[in-house]
């Protein structure tokens, strides 16, 4: 059996905070907003593997009113996304996701994403498809005020 699941975040850029996407941080002037890290692609996968198992959402799980998830690594959830959804038979089949950012220029670190959410979720490099976009400086990601990110998940049982 195969389900498939789609997820979606946003987070705000602020001075004074590292930027971690696709959990590397990436060097840039601001960072995420966020009560954990803020990796609005991590999210967005955690996101799409909930969605997919039908498991609700990553606020469910992981609340921004618990003082354990304060500044948390968003790597931490996405591995405990993982064998939450394994608790119903499922495993990760593929990730396809979008990035979209005014600045910093993604594609150069999009090979270290994949490699690092290969490993956190146990699966092949080739099984994480991480695409960059811009909104052609149209709206909150264009001003640069914030960071999207699109994902889908397949999952397999």
Known sequence: MIRV???YDVHQLVSGRDLWLG???VPHTFGLLGHSDA????HAICDALLGAANMRDIG????????EFKGADSKVLLRRV???IATKGYRVGNIDATICAERPK???HIP???QCLAEVMGVDEDCISIKATTTEMLGFT???EGISAYAVALIEK
Do not use: K
């Open 23 to 25: 959990g590397i941080r």
């Open 60 to 67: 469910y799980h992981f609340p921004d009113t618990s003082a």
């Open 112 to 114: 270290r994403m994949q």
């Open 5 to 7: 699941g789609m997820g």
């Open 142 to 144: 264009g001003r640069e």
């Open 82 to 84: 993982v064998e939450l």
């Open 106 to 108: 993604i594609n150069p």
């Open 39 to 42: 990796d609005v692609l991590i």
